[in-house]
């Protein structure tokens, strides 16, 4: 989602809050639950899961292994809940022809770097550069090449844009910003 006029150009990055982090983090606790249950079940000898009869399990080794299975899943399930709570990932991208700055903002982990705020000049925009990496892996990504600062990525890594929806992206960020484009 982007937001654009004449001398203003906003580009709003999506965060943690996607329909498929709910799911993987819905998923994973409803499964490190279940593991978790039957570990107990088979430690107290009664069974808890009224769908899985528990007795047929021992405890040593299968109750310990299920039980450790299931903290573990609980403590990944608790760092999906807790990114997504926090939103980590979103912010905008805000590129102002009239005052001449970049500002790019992201939204981090709680602490001291919870705001990660960087600013350029626009003059310091050497290019706008495309990655593709295609493959069983395929990895399509947007970075800006700022003078003495490297390459900063403007879209996500985990974005699945196509190939011409990356190419339409950058041509138009490229020519809002006057810089060339360079493929990789």
Partial sequence: MSWRSESIWIEFIVGSRKTSNF???????????????VGTSSYLGRNLTPLFPSQQINFFPQGIVMSFYGIAGLFISSYLWCTILWNVGSGYDRFDKKE?????????????????FLRFLMKDIQSIRIEVKEGI??????????????????????????????????????????VPIEVF
């Fill in 23 to 37: 799911f993987w983090a819905f998923i994973l606790f409803l499964g490190s639950l279940g593991f978790l249950l």
């Fill in 100 to 116: 001449g700055i970049v500002s790019i903002f992201r939204w981090g982990f709680p602490g001291k770097s919870r705001r990660i």
């Fill in 137 to 178: 892996y395929t990895r399509r990504v947007l970075y800006m090449e700022i003078r003495g600062q490297g390459a900063i990525p403007l879209t996500r890594t985990d974005e699945n844009l196509t190939t011409r929806e990356i190419e339409k992206k950058a041509a138009e960020l490229a020519y809002f910003l006057r």
